[in-house]
């Protein structure tokens, strides 16, 4: 993630896998109206404290963030990392190396090469092997998982068809802005049946030595996303947040729950349900224009193209003479519609102590034209639930956003 600077702090892009997605089906579901209110939970087995903070720079307006224990696979042999971003806009675990102590194996192919991943994101890329690990979060198990080490020593360089044109390399914490990411949106994951047939997909690598050739890789193999291989509470997620001041506050605190329908504590309620297709995106209309949207916890700020002027330190978020409000119309795959107002705000005028705003905004850029990204300040004042591709909810088969 490229830092994006401005006179009150530096604050980081979204995380949205841009090189591919998934395919995968989508349940189509028909709704009517549109109350805004859930059920759901703050404490139990399926829960997951996060936090809204600066992060590990000291710098991430918006990040939202956990902490997870990963384990070398079958092993007792574990490490507990904290400052993991949680992101419903990418999929799999994803670490940085120079904060993974704990050694773990490499996944190879049938001919032995390692095998290495380049995640392409909105604003950079980064790069290291596949490994193999156990992934603990609130009281779930994902056992023998695929995950992404970033910038691990020892492993070949980044190859040309990875770093030309994909940005800046965010091979560290200090560019990536967090020690790792949760990705738990709704596909299952990275890349899909793609890069099962497409050998140039640029995105997975065979290496031997320090030469890296883009390959197929099984979807099994594949970096994934952890809440599949959950025992249960495995066909979705729920991120819920407090409200925040409208001027903006130092922290929020929320929970991460596991599963849709599958406690007591996660049931949807009166959620609204806006049916995706198989890329995990439905429709947004705004002052006139429809384009594809999705709903992205990575994403710090609402981004979406405007005639609003940006700041003049930095022309990545809006920075409008007095705040401006708007209403947006969400439309899922079956029609429903749900009307949502927002606002934005003079990202400039922001204190550099806060790390939690809900009216922050800025235009897509070049990774996301023709993209309506609902960000975190979505998020806050609601459950927001992220039911996966192929697995059976309450309220139909996912992939689906509600809320």
Known sequence: MNARASSAASVLAALILVALTACGGGGQLSGTGGSTGTSGGTSGTNVQAITVNLGPTGNYVNGLFTTVTVCG????????????????????????GSVLTLPLTTQTNSSGAAIGECAVFADGYSWGPVQKAD????????????????????????????????????????????????????????????????????????CTGTVCTSTTVSL??????????????????????????????????????FGIGTQTNNGLGLAQILTADSN???????QGTTTSAFIDSGSNALDFASTLPTCSSETYFYCPSALQNFTAQMI???????????????AQALPSTFA????????????????????VPFLYGRNVYFAIEGRVTPGGTGPYFAF
């Open 280 to 286: 995990a995106e439905f429709s947004t209309t705004f």
């Open 356 to 375: 939690a705003v809900n009216d922050l905004a800025g235009p897509t850029g070049s990774g996301l034209n023709g993209f309506f990204d609902w960000g």
């Open 73 to 96: 696979t079958g092993t007792s042999n574990c490490q507990t990392i904290n400052n993991i971003l949680v992101d419903t806009g990418s999929y799999g675990l994803r670490l940085l």
């Open 332 to 346: 899922g795959v079956s029609g429903t519609t749900v009307t949502v107002p927002f606002s934005v705000t003079n």
């Open 220 to 257: 099994v193999n594949q970096v994934q996303n952890p809440v599949p291989y959950f025992a249960g509470d495995n066909n979705g997620v729920i991120i819920q947040l407090p409200s925040v001041s409208p001027s903006g506050q130092v922290t929020a605190s929320g929970s991460l729950i």
């Open 135 to 206: 992934l603990q979060v609130a009281g779930e198990v994902a056992s023998g998982m695929p995950i992404h080490v970033i910038g691990a020593a020892n492993f070949a360089p980044a190859p040309a068809a990875c770093s030309n044109g994909a940005g800046t390399a965010e091979n560290t914490v200090a560019a990536f802005g967090a020690n790792g990411v949760l990705g738990i949106g709704p596909l299952a994951q990275d890349c899909g049946a793609t890069c099962t047939s497409f050998a140039n997909n640029n995105l997975y690598f065979a």
